[in-house]
């Protein structure tokens, strides 16, 4: 199975900061990699697929890169509403497996 | 627009047994793969397993293999997870996913999510 290692588990911030959360897998997925966004008692949302992909309606302050073991999601400029739960996930074969979260705090 | 909707679940006591139900509006359910996902309280997500557009292939994480079984009515929109010889550990909430498109399993469509409560 492929293990998926994001780092940091937890990253505190201000509105207006620039983030970075990196996601490591265990081997190669080439760029078979998304990334989603869990607010609080919410369903995930697809932010970024095939690792630098905007998803339809997710706001350019977001993005992804990598590929082969190593990823990355950036956010330009943390809003208010980016205060949420981040994962990616791995889809180069089954079973799918996703990171351990990083939870993005308020500073 | 494009909605999945779980049910199903609620408390069941070990070794028991549940089926949840995700009902697809919105867009051509028989055209898309489709997965379950679980969070257990306060943890990350765990892909559970996923099921190809026909449901002629269907693929599950070691713990649940031999115990769940997933299953769709494409002619009823509908896709299934019956549980079986359930365990405290399988305690989560239940996602319905569906695959962003015919090819790569990422997951553009999630339910609301149905909890599963595994206790005595």
């Known amino acids: 199975d492929i293990q998926m290692t994001q780092s940091p588990s937890t990253l505190s911030a201000s509105v207006g900061d620039r983030v970075t959360i990196t996601c490591r897998a265990s081997q190669s997925i080439s760029t078979w990699l998304a990334w989603y966004q869990q607010r609080p008692g919410k369903a995930p949302k697809l932010l970024i697929y095939?690792?630098?992909t905007l998803q339809s309606g997710v706001p350019s302050r977001f993005s992804g890169s990598g590929s082969g073991t190593e990823f990355t999601l950036t956010i330009s400029s943390l809003q208010p509403d980016d205060f949420a739960a981040y994962y990616c996930?791995?889809?180069?074969?089954?079973?799918?497996?996703f990171g351990g979260g990083t939870k993005v705090e308020i500073k | 627009e494009v909605q999945v909707l779980e049910s199903g679940g609620g408390l069941v006591q070990p070794g028991g047994s549940l089926r949840l139900s995700c009902a697809a509006s919105g867009f051509t359910f028989r055209s898309y793969a489709m997965s379950w996902v679980r969070q257990a309280p306060g943890k990350g997500l765990e892909w559970v397993s996923h099921i190809k557009d026909s449901g002629g292939n269907t693929y599950y994480t070691d713990s649940v293999r031999g115990r769940f079984t997933i299953s769709r009515d494409n002619s009823k929109n509908t896709l299934y997870l019956q549980m079986n010889s359930l365990r405290a550990e399988d305690t989560a909430v239940y996602y319905c996913a569906k695959a962003r498109d015919m090819a790569a399993y990422n997951f553009d469509c999630w339910g609301q999510g149905t909890l599963v409560t595994v206790s005595s």
């Open positions: 095939k690792a630098s």
């Open positions: 996930q791995q889809y180069n074969n089954f079973p799918l497996t």
